[in-house]
């Protein structure tokens, strides 16, 4: 066995084991968010709240607790959060927004939610008004590749498709 076959099988086993602990690490970690999707849907509760303002930043000055920032993983801890300043009641409280609503939702306005602990979930009503959609911004890099290819495809179709007739024009002539 030639040494380039050694080291390609070797190369060949060790991304088998990369693979099968990728796929173990993810099953559990998929366990693990359903568990917290539960605990979150048992705690939901609607809250009625005014929006102060909204902003992304990251976690050690979004102003949450210390010990919710203690509480995340290192990697997250740079990341940038949707963090809401709202008045519930009569306190001023710092929440984490879901990325699917934090574009929905009015500065300076007041809110019907859905929260658990200090994260929104989603948004019931908006009072004097109503939830308005995202504007759909530019398109992602994926996307516009998909529609170009999409767009190339259609072309080559419609010359192969042209071709094909002349193929069988010209055979109809002879």
Request: no cysteine.
């Amino acid at each position: 066995m030639s040494t380039f076959l050694k080291v390609l099988l070797i190369i060949l086993i060790i991304l088998v084991v990369a693979l099968v602990v990728l796929y173990i690490a993810g099953r559990r970690l998929q366990k693990k968010q359903a568990a917290s999707q539960e605990q979150m849907e048992a705690a939901k509760q609607t809250v009625s709240m005014l929006i102060i303002d909204k902003k992304m930043m990251p976690l050690k000055e979004s102003g949450l607790p210390q010990m919710v920032i203690d509480q995340t993983p290192k990697m997250m801890r740079r990341s940038k959060l949707p963090i809401v300043k709202a008045k519930v009641g009569a306190r001023v409280m710092t929440l984490v927004a879901d990325n699917k609503i934090f574009d929905q939702i009015p500065v300076k306005r007041e809110i019907k939610a859905v929260v658990s602990g200090i994260y929104i979930m989603e948004i019931k009503s908006v009072r004097g008004g109503t939830i308005e959609k995202p504007v759909n911004k530019k398109p992602k890099l994926r996307d516009r590749l998909a529609s170009f290819v999409n767009r190339k495809q259609k072309e080559l179709d419609a010359e192969e498709k042209a071709l094909k007739s002349q193929k069988a024009q010209k055979k109809a002539k002879k």
